[in-house]
């Protein structure tokens, strides 16, 4: 079956850097395009981040550009997403997400907190 595993979270200070890891089996990683969302406390969950099968287009949501960069390795079907710049309100649980057979799949999560 589909699993997504992501690391790689943690506790990090304003203008640091994080980057995360998005573990994927059960399909055939490398034919469809990946996600990153994040929910923050009280928030809905918004997408941050999505690459096409080959890598090539890539897209972010307006509060990340610049900051951001999702990336994949095919070969080890895993996706990445590393954040720079970190900012407070880029605090939230990030899910790596795709959607299989016209179903959506998710990741357990993982924690990034930014805080001085």
């Known amino acids: 079956q589909v699993q997504l595993v992501e690391s790689g979270g943690g506790l990090v200070q304003p203008g640091g850097s994080l980057r995360l890891s998005c573990a994927a089996s059960g399909f055939t990683f490398s034919t469809y395009a990946m996600n990153w969302y994040r929910q923050a406390p009280g928030k809905e969950r918004e997408l941050v981040a999505s690459i096409s099968s080959e890598g090539d287009p890539t897209n972010y949501a307006d509060s990340v550009k610049g900051r951001f960069t999702i990336s994949r390795d095919n070969a080890k079907n895993t996706m990445y997403l590393q954040m720079s710049s970190l900012k407070p309100e880029d605090t939230a649980v990030y899910y790596c997400?795709?959607?299989?057979?016209?179903?959506?799949?998710w990741g357990q999560g993982t924690q990034v907190t930014v805080s001085s």
């Open positions: 997400s795709v959607r299989w057979r016209f179903v959506r799949y």
